[in-house]
C-alpha cells in the first residue's frame, strides 16, 4: 500500500484537520453524511460528534465547513499549514 502524502510529506505529519465547536454544533450530521473521507463518527456513548479520523481529511479541503449551517467547524489558517510544510519537506531533504 502506498504511503499517503502531500507535497512530498507523509499525511500524518500535517496538522490540517477540522476543529468542531461544541457550543455551536447542533450535531444535525450534515459533515459527516457530506464528507466521503469518513473524518468524522458520532459517539453513541457521548453522545457527540468527533474528528475519528483527522489524517483522512483532505489537505486544504473545507467543503464539510460550507455545509455546516451553525458554522460549528473551522480549520487552521492556510498560510501556517503551507509554513508547516515547507519546514517538514526541508527536515527530510526535499526541496
Known amino acids: 500500500m502506498a504511503e499517503n502524502t502531500f507535497m512530498g510529506v507523509p499525511r500524518e505529519k500535517i496538522t490540517w484537520a477540522p476543529v ?3 457550543t455551536r454544533c447542533n450535531y444535525c450530521l ?3 453524511k457530506f464528507c466521503p473521507h469518513k473524518v468524522y463518527e458520532m459517539r453513541e456513548e ?3 460528534l468527533i474528528v475519528a ?3 483522512n481529511c483532505v489537505v486544504f479541503c473545507r467543503a464539510c465547513a460550507k455545509t455546516c449551517g451553525p458554522d460549528a467547524i473551522s480549520f ?4 501556517q499549514v503551507l509554513e508547516a510544510i515547507k ?3 526541508q527536515d527530510e531533504g526535499g526541496k
Open 20 to 22: 468542531i465547536d461544541y
Open 30 to 32: 450534515e459533515c459527516a
Open 46 to 48: 457521548e453522545p457527540r
Open 53 to 55: 479520523n483527522p489524517t
Open 76 to 79: 487552521p489558517e492556510k498560510s
Open 87 to 89: 519546514a517538514l519537506r
